[in-house]
């Protein structure tokens, strides 16, 4: 069993039940969710353990989000209570060709108000093995920035493996921000997570003529991007899901991975995603999968396809966690598709 520490801000999930709209809801569905609390069940459920590191208020509804971690196995003790309130984010879920809709409700959370008075990075750090965060936490404030980067010094100074999810969020900041803040970040990280719109908006690394609408995936872009990166970054993997959008309810899905010891390529069997029940937190099961790959000793290939075949699997799932057993995964990631009722 290894130790995965990731750090991020958990929040409440306000979602409309039966894929209504907003304007129609009269109530709504209850979920926690965010990020890097997201890998951090995933990382759990597969047998690894698992620690959330975050800021909660210190009231009722804090206690509920610690609560939903604690119930999937992940270790809270280096949660901390202060700041103002828990943040809040609302789901309209599409279908077909309606998209869905995200609204936040998260400033002045906790996690935006905290410092690195508030933890002891190296109790948290010192038998760990892996350390998980997104672009997600040093977007929702400057103080947060400054956080993560406190998090990582500590991580890397306990020698521990640093995996991203570039994860960018217009709704959070520029692009230009974007690159300023995570590009500083880079030299702390191991292992690099993200899709081809976070590789452009938050890197500056474009992945050729690839147009994920129109399903035309350029493979060979995605290889030279990683190639750059890892040549101006000093990454030991590179690595992006590859969706396409078909509709909001049918989505092809693969990924690559780049190793930039040996220069190998390589990219994993597709899956049709049709229907899906919930793609949030797709890229997040993505990330908790490949890194469980590699936690339990998988070569860069077969940890690639664990991540992939989890994410699939989650995209048949409401919330934010991804609940499959590692049995599922394996199973899946073995060639069994079919969906047949297990008696």
């Known amino acids: 069993m290894k130790k995965i520490v990731t750090m991020g801000e958990i929040m ?29 069940v995933s990382c759990a459920n597969y047998g690894h353990k698992a620690e959330f590191v975050t800021a909660v208020p210190d009231n009722e509804i804090g206690e509920c989000a610690v609560a939903a971690l604690k119930k999937y196995g992940v270790e809270t003790c280096h949660v901390a209570k202060c700041g103002e309130r828990l943040g809040i984010y609302y789901l309209e879920t599409g279908a077909s060709i309606r998209p869905s809709k995200v609204v936040y409700d998260r400033a002045h959370s906790s996690i935006t108000t905290a410092t690195a008075k508030d933890f002891d990075f190296d109790a948290i750090f010192k038998d760990a093995d892996w350390f998980h965060f997104t672009g997600i936490t ?8 400054v956080l993560t980067e406190e998090a ?18 217009k709704k959070l900041w520029s692009s230009e921000k974007a690159k300023k803040v995570m590009t500083n970040l880079m030299k702390y990280v191991d292992v690099c997570i993200g899709n081809e719109e976070d590789a452009d908006l938050v890197l500056g690394y474009k992945p050729g003529k690839t147009d994920v609408t129109s399903g035309d995936l350029e493979l060979e872009g995605y290889k030279d991007i990683f190639r750059r990166m890892v040549k101006d970054l000093g990454f030991k993997y590179c690595i992006s899901s590859l969706r396409v959008s078909r509709s909001a309810s049918d989505n092809g899905w693969s990924a ?4 930039g010891k040996t220069g190998e390529f390589y990219h994993s069997k597709t899956y049709n995603l049709h229907p899906i029940v919930d793609r949030v937190g797709g890229g997040d099961s993505f990330a908790g999968g490949v890194i469980t790959g590699f936690l339990d000793g998988k070569d860069f290939k077969q940890a690639l396809e664990f991540g992939v075949a989890a994410s699939a699997l989650k995209h048949t799932i409401p919330g934010d ?3 499959v057993t590692r049995k599922e995964v394996e199973a899946l990631a073995g060639g069994d598709g079919s969906g047949r009722v297990q008696r």
Do not use: M, W
């Open 152 to 169: 990582l010094k500590a991580a890397k100074k306990h020698g521990v493996t640093v995996s991203v999810d570039l994860n960018f969020r």
């Open 12 to 40: 409440l999930r306000l979602s409309t039940p039966n894929n209504e709209k907003f304007i129609q809801a009269d109530e709504f569905d209850i979920n926690y969710g965010g990020g890097e609390a997201n890998v951090a």
């Open 321 to 323: 966690f991804n609940l």
């Open 256 to 259: 690559c991975i780049y190793d």
């Open 138 to 145: 040093p977007a929702v404030s400057d103080s947060a920035a």
